[in-house]
């Protein structure tokens, strides 16, 4: 049997798409929510997949240490790369795409939460990215092993 446990961080970061083309092109912020969906197979003796307090020190110490209150990035965005480069202190984060909620929930599953989960016992199949409260992308691993993502309008899930 598997067990499903989600953690909620919430953070703040400014972004722009490259290219984009629309309003989303200037720099702005987002007061973003990140769900992070965990699995285990077995509980400790506690009945635990893995403690809340870890999935938090985990995830929101990276969130904390690379996206909150910082600029996120493409990195073909020379120019903006550019221009947040004049401000003293700047907060910066490069990623390999643009920014969209899509491929922030997707490089969270890929890239940050194998590294912070290893040794844990628990994977993450899942990472939602709200963008506002109205928005939301999702990253998910399927029964395959490959990831999906899906954008969604609808209501959030706040506490």
């Known amino acids: 049997m598997s067990l499903t446990i989600m953690r ?8 722009r798409l490259y290219k984009h083309g629309g309003k989303c ?5 987002h007061n973003y929510i990140a769900d992070f969906h965990v ?14 307090a ?12 690379h996206w909150d209150h910082a600029f996120i990035l493409n990195e073909e965005d020379d120019n903006g790369i550019n221009a ?11 990623m390999p795409a643009n920014p969209t909620a899509e491929s922030m929930a997707t490089y969270l599953l890929e890239k940050v ?19 506002t409260e109205d928005s939301f992308a999702e990253a998910s691993i399927d029964t395959s092993g490959a990831i999906q993502t899906v954008a969604e309008l609808s209501e959030p899930m706040v506490s």
């Open 39 to 52: 699995q285990g197979d077995e509980v400790d003796s506690v009945g635990r997949v893995i403690d809340f």
């Open 84 to 94: 947040l480069k004049q401000v003293v202190p700047c907060k910066m984060y490069i």
């Open 8 to 15: 909620r961080i919430k953070f703040c970061a400014g972004h």
């Open 113 to 131: 939460c194998p590294k912070l989960l290893k040794g844990t016992g628990v994977t993450c199949s899942k990472v939602a990215i709200w963008e």
């Open 54 to 65: 870890e999935l938090k020190r985990l995830f929101k110490g990276w969130i904390d240490e």
């Open 25 to 29: 092109e200037f720099f702005h912020g």
